[in-house]
């Protein structure tokens, strides 16, 4: 079992950068990759980024690969989303999940864990 819950979030000016955290338990936890995804209003929900704490192998959506740095602190029991150069398009919730997978998971029905997630929005 795993528990996920997502900070960070808040309201920032295009252009400038914001982080947000995933804090999980679990005695699972360094063996999960983990994953970012958001939805913004009226949408569906879309991957942002994955990382596997095995390997430290990392995948990104193309809209966000050269902006935004997923990593995490194995000992802390967290994964991070570093957002440079946001968008207003950046403007969703930003939800964080967990699988036992060895491999990056960029599918949202490859998670069966997730927190409840945190809003970002950027204003232009």
């Known amino acids: 079992q795993v528990q996920l819950v997502e900070s960070g979030g808040g309201l920032v000016q295009a252009g400038g950068s914001l982080r947000v955290s995933c804090a999980a338990s679990g005695r699972f936890f360094s063996s999960y990759t983990m994953g970012w995804f958001r939805q913004a209003p009226g949408k569906e929900r879309e991957f942002v980024a994955t990382?596997?704490?095995?390997?430290?192998?990392?995948s990104y959506a193309d809209s966000v690969k050269d902006r935004f740095t997923i990593d995490r602190d194995n000992a802390k029991n967290t994964v991070y989303l570093q957002m440079n150069s946001l968008k207003p398009e950046d403007t969703a919730v930003y939800y964080c999940?967990?699988?036992?997978?060895?491999?990056?998971?960029?599918?949202?029905?490859?998670?069966?864990?997730w927190g409840q997630g945190t809003q970002v929005t950027v204003s232009s």
């Open positions: 999940a967990a699988a036992r997978l060895t491999l990056p998971g960029t599918k949202s029905y490859e998670y069966p864990y």
């Open positions: 990382i596997t704490y095995s390997a430290g192998s990392t």
